[in-house]
């Protein structure tokens, strides 16, 4: 469904429609993601690391540090009600991280147009940066809400 609006007023006017469905996002809530924030181009979200996240060195997986990242970039990329998908996405891991963790992902929007979007995704812990994902999506001309 198209909508005159621009993506500043879907946002504030459909902003709980939005939250409540990118919130859903099963394979987070499995992980046992916690959605923190959701702006306009920008999410943070939060992790902390078990034992099953854990890699053979005994550190947190690098599919668990991405997953938490995807998620961000998701919901940032989405958060307009407009149905966002990723074109590509480029991860740097800078530091190992352990059981206990508490991983903290923020996706903040660089550039968007009406058809993509571009993201730099930062995963931080108590000691800093564990790692940096750029990330760019692609616009759809549907909205995941209804637009009136």
């Known amino acids: 469904m198209k909508s005159p609006l621009d993506d500043e007023t879907v946002h504030k006017q459909y902003f709980e ?50 997953a938490l990242a995807d998620f961000v970039f998701a919901v940032a990329c989405n958060s307009y009600g407009k149905t966002s998908v990723a074109l590509s996405m480029n991860i740097g891991y800078l530091a190992a991280s352990q059981k ?27 000691q800093g940066t564990v790692a940096i994902l750029d990330a760019l999506a692609y616009r759809k001309n549907d909205y995941f809400v209804p637009i009136e």
């Open 17 to 66: 429609q939005i939250y409540e469905k990118l919130k859903q996002d099963r394979f987070s809530q499995f992980l046992g993601m916690t959605l923190v924030e959701v702006g306009e181009g920008t999410a943070t979200a939060e992790l902390e690391v078990t034992e099953d996240m854990l890699n053979a060195h005994g550190t947190t997986h690098g599919a668990v540090i991405f």
């Open 100 to 126: 206990g963790t508490r991983l903290r992902a923020t996706a903040i929007e660089e550039n968007r147009t009406n058809r993509t979007a571009w993201y730099r995704i930062r995963v931080e812990n108590e």
